[in-house]
């Protein structure tokens, strides 16, 4: 229990748990003491996300670790995510170790149900502070909170905090400072008489703390019954036995079966324990509920004075609009329209600059390095390749932005509660809807967010639909497509057609999973809709800090994901696109040379060709001859690269899967952008500047050159081929097709199996397939080429 | 009003209870959600959303039936 020490750097580790309801501002607190260094990660078995950090200002001597629970409501879960929060709490994870100390967050505008969980926490026994935190809002409501009065009732310190503000901080940090010294120099005792003067008397041994709840006789024989058996079989002590007894005796899944946590003589002792309590006309699910809330209310009437204050808050105010029956439906649409306006027209300045500055940069590498096969993969496969993503950076900070400031204000769930009916007609959860929210940003995070849904059912069908939000990663594809395709017009006389394409995109895959959901629900999947229990609470004005921390973090997965994978499959793609080699330079010096002859009239040495071509293309031709020759020299040059393409390992591959994308319209150079889109969709973006050489003009920025490629395709028969027809199919194709190797890989984690990752893989693809098939034909029936 | 008795399954009562709606506990309507479900009460001082299913199963005495009592 008191920290161990590193061998390497002498340093001392403790873990300091930080746990609370939701919505109790437990994050901006973690965020607060850790800065930007927390570490991400997973809990062992389990994908629930285990979040860790430094703690700023520790002692040089020690590392002390803050490691944030996920929300939860009670010790009795009801979800996975309260489920780990229960496990690191009752030392049930071999990777965590048992927490020094355990920082309970307290909402004190909501104090009865948070002190509900406090109190459960504060009976296990550890060295616990508590932080009251949103002092703030709870003033607004007219609540004055007396701490010395309820850190008494609570025998526990209580900390007054501010944390959207800051405020309370630094007092929080060092109480947890100083708790953790005491602890590693009495490692016996554990008081808080440093921390909190008044509590230093009543506080006697940690370990055996008396429960809250003032039970009557016959469940008190049995509490310590179990308690005794408890601390005669366990060896090592770190809970309080008696809180353990009280858990074990109200919650089936905390007691497991026989030999799965505890051996059987407890399982069996604890069930006995049950049926007498039954014959004594007890309850022993809800008794102690009860008991507890009975403590808490005399608690809060004896250290919270309530005084006289407006009975409607502003937020009750903003309420009746937000959620009215029509406004509330209008705003919500309106929130939406405004967010994917502007996440195409707002992002165009900063897209635009960056892009030419990747541009530049490239330029500048081929200048300097030596021309080769090296420089060409840099210039081409590296700069050329990662920097067609990092371009979209803008869009997804903004989508990031709008995100961020629906979750932090509090208006993600008003928007469950209002989609809630539309998701329950359709069979899902109206928690689902922040999961599939969520996946526009990303499918992974919205697929991980699903875990608030309790049944296994209602998750895995939100799971399997996911991919089919539009995702940050599918926006840099229908910007190229939109711009290629979508001819640049004004509808209504105010909306513009691209950005409307571009809306039509994010609602068709709406659309396709509510309808895939009802299937799954009304066949492979049914079941009962279980219930939506949902906090709403008060609106926040977001602070700029925790907004940009939101956007910070979100947008460094992206480029880490820029930086490793998608770098990784431009090399893997560039070495596919440009090998096998051949005899292909061979040929295309040959023609050159063959047309240098027709216009100069003179043979011209092999060795000397490269030279000459090269003259010529940097001079300014002046007259007419020397432009057509300029001309043909182009032509021959492009000719060579899409031959040289086509007789690569890419083409190859492209050519493979031609047959089965022909149908749609599609020819193999797409069918190269759609393999490569396995990696991560967006890489079709930087395949497709491959492909069609985007960067030859190097007057132009990335988008509209590739844009500009995309419109400069021909098929076979010289019409165009991305017309306008083509790139709404291939963005059906888009919305449909389960393209992202991360997202199987993620699916495949969060249900644990592969039959329904597999089974997921194929619908979307058989589906992405049908219904580009079925817009390419009905699009070819209304005449649209 | 006060909740007189919560007629659902045992594992929705407990957490229920758990989020501080007991037999006895004053609660209030709020609104409906738009499309008219779920329903949005306030209990101890918090909001909470209810599936109308749920809501409905949950019995209340108003004030005038309690003094009768």
């Not at chain 1, 002498?10 to 607190?29: D, E, M």
């Not at chain 1, 992405?768 to 009905?778: D, K, N, P, V, Y």
Request: hydrophobic share 45%.
């Amino acid at each position: 229990m008191d920290g161990r020490k590193s061998i390497i750097t002498g340093q001392k580790t403790f873990l300091v748990a930080l746990t609370g309801n939701p919505n109790s501002g437990k994050t901006t607190v973690f965020n607060a003491l850790t800065g930007l260094r927390a570490k991400v990660g997973n809990y062992p078995g389990v994908t629930v996300e285990r979040k860790e950090g430094k703690l700023k200002g520790s002692p040089h001597d020690k590392q002390i670790i803050i490691l944030d629970l996920p929300g939860t409501y009670s010790l009795s879960p009801k979800s996975l995510d309260e489920q780990v929060a229960r496990d690191v709490l009752l030392n049930r994870i071999p990777d965590v170790p048992s927490p020094s100390v355990v920082v309970v967050i307290v909402d004190a505008s909501n104090l009865q149900r948070n002190l509900y969980y406090a109190t459960q926490v504060i009976e296990l026994g550890y060295p616990v502070i508590i932080a009251l935190n949103m002092m703030d809002v709870a003033a607004q409501n007219g609540q004055i909170v007396n701490i010395e009065k309820l850190s008494r009732s609570l025998n526990a310190p209580v900390i007054p905090m501010v944390a959207s503000k800051k405020e309370g901080i630094t007092a929080l940090q060092q109480a947890i400072i100083e708790i953790v010294s005491k602890s590693e120099n009495k490692p016996q005792t554990k008081d808080y008489d440093a921390v909190n003067q008044s509590v230093s008397k009543l506080q006697t041994k940690t370990g055996n703390r008396e429960l809250f709840w003032k039970m009557p006789d016959f469940y008190r024989i049995e509490i310590q019954k179990i308690a005794q058996l408890l601390e005669s079989l366990s060896s090592e002590k770190c809970l309080n036995p008696e809180a353990e007894a009280l858990l074990l005796l109200t919650d089936d899944a905390a007691l497991g079966r026989p030999g799965e946590f505890y051996p059987e003589e407890i399982v069996r002792a604890v069930h006995e324990a049950r049926k007498r309590i039954e014959s004594c006309g007890g309850d022993w699910k809800t008794d102690p509920i009860e008991g507890r809330y009975e403590v808490i209310s005399k608690i809060y009437a004896d250290s919270v004075t309530q005084l006289p204050h407006i009975e409607e808050t502003f937020s009750d105010k903003l309420d009746r609009i937000i959620t009215h029956r029509v406004w509330g439906i209008v705003i919500f649409f309106g929130i939406m329209l405004v967010m994917f306006q502007s996440i195409f027209r707002l992002a165009k300045i900063p897209m635009e600059f960056l892009g030419s500055v990747i541009e530049q940069f490239g330029q500048y590498i081929s200048s300097t390095m030596p021309p080769g096969a090296l420089t060409n993969l840099i210039t081409d496969g590296v700069i050329a390749g990662v920097g067609a993503v990092v371009v979209f950076l803008p869009q997804i900070l903004l989508l990031f932005l709008f995100l961020s400031l629906l979750e932090d204000t509090g208006y993600m769930s008003r928007a469950a509660f209002i989609m809630d009916r539309i998701m329950g007609k359709v069979g899902l959860h109206g928690k689902a809807f922040i999961p599939l929210l969520s996946s526009f940003a990303c499918a992974i995070p919205g697929i991980m967010a699903a875990r608030t849904i309790e049944s296994y059912k209602d998750r895995l069908v939100t799971i399997l639909i996911a991919p089919l939000m539009s995702c940050s990663a599918r926006l840099p594809v229908y910007t190229v497509l939109i711009s290629a395709c979508i001819p640049d017009i004004k509808v209504l006389g105010f909306l513009r057609l691209q950005g409307l394409v571009l809306m039509g995109a994010y609602v068709t895959g709406i659309v396709l999973a509510l309808i895939m959901a009802l299937i799954f629900k009304k066949t492979i999947l049914k079941g009962e809709i279980p219930m939506l229990l949902m906090e709403l609470p008060p609106y926040k004005k977001p602070t700029i800090w925790t907004t940009l921390h939101h956007m910070w973090d979100r947008s460094v997965v992206f480029l880490k994901q820029a930086g490793t994978i998608i770098l990784l499959i431009n090399i893997v793609l560039w070495f596919l696109m440009n090998y096998p080699k051949g005899n292909i330079e061979k040929e295309f010096e040959t023609r050159q040379a063959q047309v240098l002859q027709k216009y100069l009239g003179t043979n011209i040495p092999p060795e000397k060709i490269q030279e000459i071509v090269l003259n010529i293309e940097t001079s300014h031709p002046a007259n007419d001859n020397a432009k057509a020759l300029v001309h043909e020299l182009t032509e021959i040059k492009k000719a060579a690269s899409v031959e040289s393409l086509s007789r690569s390992f890419a083409g190859m591959l492209g050519r493979a899967i031609e047959p089965i994308i022909a149908p749609l319209g599609f020819d193999w150079k797409i069918g190269i952008g759609i393999i490569s889109s396995f990696a991560a969709r967006e890489t079709f973006v930087s395949t497709m500047a491959i492909i069609y050489n985007v960067g030859a003009d190097k007057e132009e920025n990335n988008i509209v050159s590739l844009a500009n490629a995309f419109k400069d395709q021909k098929r076979s028969d010289g019409t165009r081929l991305f017309t306008p027809l083509t790139g709404i199919t291939l963005i059906v194709f888009y919305i449909c097709a389960l393209q992202c190797a991360s997202t199987i890989v993620v699916v495949r984690r969060e249900t644990n199996s592969w039959k329904w990752t597999i089974f997921q893989w194929l619908y979307l693809g058989l589906l992405a397939w049908t219904l580009s098939f079925l817009t390419r034909s009905i699009g070819m029936m209304l005449g649209l080429s | 009003m006060v909740i007189a008795s919560i007629d659902l399954p045992p594992e929705t009562r407990e957490r229920l209870y758990e989020l501080g709606l007991l037999v006895g506990t004053q609660i209030e309507l709020i609104r409906f959600a738009p499309l008219g479900d779920p329903v949005e009460i306030k209990v101890r001082g918090y909001r909470l959303t209810i599936p109308r299913h749920e809501a409905e199963r949950i019995l209340v005495a108003l004030p005038e039936v309690q003094t009768q009592k």
